[in-house]
Each structure stands twice: as structure tokens, then as C-alpha cells.
């Protein structure tokens, strides 16, 4: 059974920095990963993702801000997020298991029916 568990979220001020990480149990994060953010009222959005190069890609919104990364020896993988908005102010999932066929560059545009697996969320509250 696959099992995905975030830590790290909290609340801080405008400025700040978090460290999400998401642990798997049950499904080696060495693949296709993502990690997703969904604020009161709003669609689920692409935040972050990474592919088996450990090529990168983030929304327009947290460019240069956030970076996404992986320790295969942990099975973990993070959400490193500077520089932090009030906008940035949603439940943020982190998401493995790629569907379909797998390619480098589709990896990197995965939407949230592109995941199998879904942890469960942590609330990020930025202040200003």
C-alpha cells in the first residue's frame, strides 16, 4: 500500500522561508513527482514538478522561489519555498505515481489526473 505523508507546513510572514517534504512509503520517489497547491475556493494548481533526469518545472507564480528536489536515500522528496507571498497561502499535496506513458517533457506538465498517488495536504499560511 502506497502511503505519501507531508510535513512542514505552518505559517509565517511575508518573506519567509518553509521546507515541505513529502515521505512515501510503499513507492520509490525516483520517478515522475509533483507537488500541487490548492487555496480556499480554487482549483487544484501545479506548484512544482520533476522528472527521472531530475529536470524541473514550476508555475509561473513561484519561479525562482520554490525548488522541488528528491533524496532517493530517504525517499523523500521537498518543496523548498523563499521568498514567500501572501498568495502562496494554500493546502499544498505532494504527488507521485505517473499514469500513462511516460515521457521526459510530459512529465514536467503533469496536471493532478496525472498522479496515482496524492498525500494528504499541509497548510502553508503566509502573512503579510
Known amino acids: 500500500q502506497v502511503q505519501l505523508v507531508e510535513s512542514g507546513g505552518g505559517s509565517v510572514q511575508a518573506g519567509g522561508s518553509l521546507r515541505l517534504a513529502c515521505l512515501s512509503s510503499?513507492?520509490?520517489?525516483?520517478?515522475?513527482l509533483g507537488w500541487f497547491r490548492q487555496a480556499p475556493g480554487k482549483g487544484r494548481e501545479a506548484v512544482a514538478r520533476?522528472?527521472?533526469?531530475?529536470?524541473?518545472n514550476y508555475g509561473d507564480s513561484v519561479k525562482g522561489r520554490f525548488s522541488i528536489s528528491r533524496d532517493l536515500a530517504k525517499n523523500t522528496f521537498y518543496l523548498q519555498m523563499n521568498n514567500l507571498k501572501p498568495e502562496d497561502t494554500a493546502m499544498y499535496y505532494c504527488a507521485a505515481g505517473w499514469k500513462g506513458s511516460y515521457s521526459d517533457v510530459v512529465c514536467l506538465s503533469g496536471l493532478e489526473p496525472d498522479y496515482n498517488f496524492w498525500g494528504q495536504g499541509t497548510q502553508v499560511t503566509v502573512s503579510s
Open positions: 520533476i522528472n527521472i533526469r531530475d529536470n524541473t
Open positions: 510503499g513507492y520509490r520517489v525516483s520517478g515522475c
